[in-house]
T-cell receptor, first 110, second 114 residues
Framework: QQQVKQSPQSLIVQKGGIPIINCAYENTAFDYFPWYQQFPGKGPALLIA?????SEKKEGRFTISFNKSAKQFSLHIMDSQPGDSATYFC?????????FGTGTRLKVLA | SQTIHQWPATLVQPVGSPLSLECTVE??????LYWYRQAAGRGLQLLFYSVGIGQISSEVPQNLSASRPQDRQFILSSKKLLLSDSGFYLC?????????????FGPGTRLTVL
């Protein structure tokens, strides 16, 4: 009940493509869903986050789509660039506790 | 603005040796503090969290312990390291009064136990 399942494990797209990363959770008590971007050897950086009272949130080229009934949410990266190549983690949170997905390694080809 | 520091950045230790990793936060008061471990190619596992000085909660029984001697200082320790303690250790903070509990991560410490 505490798991967050993330897919795919890895993803390769061409520059300008729209990679989509999906996450699914089980516990309906979660009320905050952030996405983090992590470059090799660095700490994760908060990218964008959503609460379950909205179905979509956009910040720059990054969009979260949220489906409360299906208990799923996804990250879309518009017009992807080689600099977006990183590992992306979703998480589901209630109060202090974050449950992270296992990560998606994204490579954007030039 | 807030800044989170971790040191050392990398550490190689023999099995059975002690460990002390330090995390400090600047630019905020009364933060919630967290220690995570990230195994190679995997997600982040919460080890400890703290909502105040001397208040530590453990999420996973293990060979490690945490302490919070000052408001913005969080220390991860071990008396005797195991091979399985190798990994990338991340400290994070969140505002104690935030409703959204955004967590911000430090740069991490890469620990290799040989």
């Amino acid at each position: 009940q505490q798991q967050v399942k993330q897919s795919p494990q890895s993803l390769i797209v061409q520059k300008g493509g729209i990679p989509i990363i999906n996450c699914a959770y089980e516990n309906t008590a979660f009320d905050y869903f952030p996405w983090y971007q992590q470059f090799p050897g660095k700490g994760p950086a908060l990218l964008i986050a959503i609460r379950p009272d909205v179905s979509e949130k956009k910040e720059g080229r990054f969009t979260i789509s949220f489906n409360k009934s299906a208990k799923q949410f996804s990250l879309h990266i518009m017009d992807s660039q080689p600099g977006d190549s990183a590992t992306y983690f979703c998480a589901a949170s209630k109060a202090y506790k974050y449950i992270f997905g296992t990560g998606t390694r994204l490579k954007v080809l030039a | 603005s807030q800044t989170i520091h971790q040191w050392p950045a990398t550490l190689v230790q023999p099995v059975g040796s002690p460990l002390s990793l330090e995390c400090t936060v600047e630019g905020t008061s009364n933060p919630n503090l967290y220690w995570y471990r990230q195994a190679a190619g995997r997600g982040l596992q919460l080890l400890f969290y703290s909502v105040g000085i001397g208040q530590i909660s453990s999420e996973v029984p293990q060979n490690l312990s945490a302490s919070r001697p000052q408001d913005r200082q969080f220390i991860l320790s071990s008396k005797k390291l195991l091979l399985s303690d190798s990994g990338f250790y991340l400290c994070a903070w969140s505002a104690g009064t935030s409703n959204y509990n955004e967590q911000f991560f430090g740069p991490g410490t890469r620990l290799t136990v040989l």
